[in-house]
């Protein structure tokens, strides 16, 4: 080991004490508490928990259980399901309006741009807690609000009590999730625009380019590499995402595992719920079966997207 | 351009107009579940029902929701709990991360890539995921139901991204400063120290993208700090809204005490919190 700054005063000792000082305490609290667990978990998928507690190895024994048999395949096939359409509304509507606001809000001589990046950000500070609770009640039908709202509108009618119905459930609650979220896509790719300069613009505007088209044709590809930055963030966010359900559908994503998403199912079958015991190994394998689809869509996204998008100096 | 067309300055002008009302929907639909908690958590119960978008005005007005939900919890313990585990893992990740940026950015060793790979990876493989093992670290070093257990996790995922950013910046410190120091004789500890101050604004930075989930996280005060005298304000939030379904004012009220922290916390700081996220991801 050697530094290069300094390198002649320090030639010749044979280890630097303080990168050890330096790299020590961060990566012990690091491995401890994240990289350790994080293998141990995928290990652990490997055994059985039996009876009285203890623990056998069993090889694949349950992951063959958990896509065979009748206790798991359907919730891991419907969470699994779920999960996906989960993901599409956000990766649609989140960043499809992220993209909008944050065109909007990077145009030029634009007023109140500060209040509004402000206030658009501010759903993303709360806890889901709050987030889940506040759209409970607004979507609640013995609370008058959505009434009064759609009846302003003329489609008083629509009112239904959308949480407890099986397909807008799902819906309702991916919906909440956009709104929460909308800020983070909105603030990265505002920061993204906000590196484009203005002379390639109008350069393009003098040359008979109208808005349209310089946004497809120069913004566009110029956006690329963050698009697929918030996509993965959006990835990885999502499928393993429990809280908003926790709190506005219970651990069992009601009504009928309707809202159940990856994050629910690991989250129930490791910590035991209702009259169910816990199974921790089981839990593990739930665990391991998500990390491989995160591992997936990074993988994707490091070896299929980010090789492929070129990324221009400006 | 002194030749813009009388056409041309109206579509302008309609360009702006739509934008703003654009810009202000969405602000309202970003600001209205907020502002209608906040509002009802103030009002009789009577009034939460039958006029819901009222002001908490007159005869409207009530505080009982306020007095149940800070006489039926805890709310002042678990807001100290929460401010403890947030400020703790903020000041940890802070200091650990800039240990491991500096010493990974400044010198070059032997599984300096390995280490900066390894800090990477934990930025987009979710700590959960490991959960089953951390509960069994924890029960193994006695901190289930300690605050520690939730600072060291915090800490443990919030240092990949901090390592990220402040290795970054920490790289762009010109080495004159540095080997002027050395020079002089300083250690490598008063280097850091030295260089520390120069990257402010990315600590700035850092410090925002870690408080903010770690006050609101919900899964591991779950299933590490359940007990009655280690429940976060989330936690406590969350249970108590559960156990209070019926009673509007105290469910509204209890929300509201958790929000407005937040948002005067975020109101202050807005000009830092915007601008430190747009730097931040511009990097």
Redesign the interface.
């Known amino acids: ?6 390198e002649r ?1 320090k030639r010749g000792k044979p280890f ?1 004490t ?2 050890f ?3 020590v ?3 012990a ?2 491995a ?7 293998f ?2 995928l290990r ?1 998928s490997l055994y059985k928990t039996m009876g009285d507690g203890s623990e056998v190895f069993a090889g694949l024994g349950n992951f063959v259980q958990l896509f065979t048999s009748p206790n798991f395949a359907p919730r891991l096939w419907g969470s699994l399901k779920n999960n996906c359409v989960f993901f599409l509304i956000n990766t649609v509507v989140q960043n499809t ?1 992220g993209l ?2 944050a065109v ?2 990077s ?1 030029q ?4 741009r ?18 889940g ?3 409970k ?2 979507l609640s039908p013995v ?3 959505s009434g ?1 709202i759609l009846g302003f509108f003329g489609l008083g009618q629509l009112l239904q009590p959308w949480l407890g119905m099986e397909g807008p459930a799902l819906v309702a609650v991916s919906l909440i999730s956009v ?1 929460q979220w ?1 800020g983070i896509p909105m ?2 790719f ?3 625009l ?2 484009i300069p203005n002379e390639l613009i109008e350069a393009a505007t003098v040359d008979g380019v109208n ?1 349209w088209q310089a946004f497809w044709k120069i913004k566009m590809p110029l956006l690329l590499p963050t698009i697929g930055m918030v996509e ?1 963030l959006t990835y ?1 966010g999502n499928f ?1 995402t ?2 908003i359900v ?2 506005m559908q219970n651990a069992v994503g009601a009504p009928n595992y309707s809202t159940d998403l990856l ?1 629910t199912f ?1 989250y129930r079958t ?2 035991g719920y209702g009259n169910l015991p816990g199974d ?2 089981m ?2 394998t739930i ?2 079966v ?2 491989l689809i ?2 997936l869509g ?1 993988l994707l996204y490091l070896f299929g997207w980010k090789r492929r998008v070129r990324t221009y100096e400006l | 351009m002194q030749t813009t067309t009388l056409g041309v300055r109206l579509r302008r002008a309609l ?2 107009m739509g ?2 009302v ?2 202000l929907l ?2 309202v ?3 209205f ?2 502002v ?2 906040i509002d009802n958590s103030l009002k009789t119960r009577e009034a ?2 039958l006029k ?2 009222a002001l908490p005005l007159g005869d409207a007005f009530s505080a009982a929701g306020y007095h149940k939900a800070l006489t039926q919890s805890n709310f002042p313990l678990w807001f100290a709990n929460s401010l403890f585990v947030t400020l703790g893992a903020m000041f ?1 990740i802070l200091l ?2 800039s ?2 940026a ?3 950015s ?5 599984g300096n890539a390995f ?1 900066t790979l ?2 990477l990876a ?1 930025m ?11 509960m ?2 924890a029960v193994a070093l006695r901190l289930i139901n300690t605050l520690w257990a939730l600072i ?2 915090n ?3 919030g ?2 991204m901090a ?1 990220f950013i402040l290795q970054q910046f920490f790289a762009q410190v010109p ?1 004159d400063m ?2 002027a120091a ?1 020079i002089d004789g300083a ?3 008063r280097i ?1 120290a030295l260089v520390l101050p120069v990257v402010k604004p990315a600590v700035a930075t850092v410090a925002i993208y870690s408080v ?1 989930p770690v ?5 591991f005060p779950l ?1 590490l700090t359940s007990g009655n005298r280690t429940k976060t304000l ?1 936690l406590g ?2 249970q108590f ?1 559960g156990q209070y379904s019926i009673d ?1 004012g105290a ?2 009220s209890s ?1 509201s005490l ?2 407005v922290p ?2 005067v916390i ?2 202050l700081f ?2 830092e ?2 601008s430190g ?3 931040g ?2 990097k």
Do not use: C
């Open positions: 080991m050697k530094a290069i700054a300094g005063a630097p303080y990168l000082v330096f790299l305490p961060p990566l609290v690091y401890l508490f994240m990289i350790i667990p994080l141990d978990s652990l309006i909008v606001l909007l809000l145009r001589r634009l007023r109140l500060r209040l509004y990046l402000t206030v658009l950000f501010l759903p993303t500070m709360l806890s889901y807690v709050i987030v609770f506040a759209w009640l607004i609370w008058g609000v009064a709104w909308i603030m990265l505002y920061a993204a906000l590196v808005a993965i990885v393993n429990f809280d926790y709190v994050g690991f490791f910590s921790p190994t839990g593990t665990g391991s998500m990390f995160i591992l990074v | 360009g702006s934008t703003q654009f810009l969405s602000s639909v970003a600001l579940p907020i209608l908690v939460i029902f819901p978008f940890l650990l991360g240990m491991a500096f010493a990974l400044e010198y070059k060793f032997r280490l390894l800090f934990g987009m493989i979710p700590i959960r995921l490991g959960t089953v093992s951390i069994r670290i060291l996790v800490v443990a995922s240092l990949p390592v080495h540095k080997d050395r250690s490598e500890y850091y903010i006050w609101n996280d919900l899964w299933i989330t939030v969350q809204v509007w469910i509204l929300m958790a929000i937040v948002l975020y109101v807005s000009r919190f915007v996220l747009t730097a991801s511009i």
